[in-house]
């Protein structure tokens, strides 16, 4: 973490923490960086990121590994949108490079592991496995072409904001990675393997 002082982004956030009524209504969420601390560049320390993240109003707040997942209780008053906004401007403002982030409620990720029509619920397969998180569900027309596209072996099924993906091989041997759904769904997107999405579940109950 640089020495610069600590930026505190957006009075508009301060706002919505000043109020206690707000503050009593809290939601469970999940945020997911998409690519720091990947081969020693785009580093963020997990610790400085909870206390940057605390400074501004998020409560509870607990991180899961070093590739940016982190829990945390925050107003319902604020969007999804408005929560990734936030974190991203904190993160540019501190350290100098821009982060995707994308937002999912424990309903939300629930959901999607209940939807996974490659997740059999047997522990051998799930190496396989991969869950693409997308910031927003992309237009009907994109999400048509996109699936024209055949990467057999590997498959990919496309609901809501969830790419749920079934790779042969290694994941990073694949051609759907998530700059093919970037490009191809024109929404940002953020990866995790099957382990990691039902270890989030489960530190968040």
């Known amino acids: 973490m640089n020495n610069c002082t600590l930026f505190i982004p957006l009075n508009k956030i301060e706002?919505?923490?000043s109020d206690k009524k707000l503050k009593q209504k809290m939601t469970n969420k999940i945020a997911l960086l998409r690519g720091i601390n990947v081969g020693g560049k785009r580093k963020i320390l997990m610790a400085?990121?909870?206390e940057l993240l605390a400074g501004i109003g998020f409560t509870d707040v607990k991180t899961y590994i070093q590739s940016g997942n982190i829990f945390f209780n925050l107003s319902n008053e604020m969007s999804d949108a408005e929560i990734a906004d936030a974190i991203e401007k904190l993160i540019s403002d501190n350290y100098g490079f821009d982060v995707s982030v994308v937002i999912r409620s424990v309903e939300e990720v629930e959901q999607a592991i209940e939807n996974n029509p490659f997740y059999t619920g047997e522990e051998e397969n799930i190496t396989?496995?991969?869950?693409?998180?997308l910031k927003e569900k992309p237009s009907e027309e994109n999400q048509?072409?996109?699936?024209?596209y055949n990467y057999e072996p590997d498959k990919f099924v496309i609901k809501n904001k969830d790419v749920f993906i079934f790779c042969e091989g290694k994941y990073h041997k694949s051609k759907l990675t998530n700059t093919f759904f970037e490009k191809?769904?024109?929404?940002?997107?953020?990866?995790?393997?099957?382990?990691t999405v039902l270890k989030l579940l489960e530190l968040s109950q």
């Open 15 to 17: 706002r919505k923490f």
């Open 48 to 50: 400085d990121l909870r």
């Open 128 to 133: 396989n496995l991969h869950l693409t998180f």
């Open 144 to 148: 048509l072409k996109t699936e024209e």
């Open 184 to 195: 191809k769904l024109k929404v940002s997107t953020t990866t995790r393997n099957w382990k």
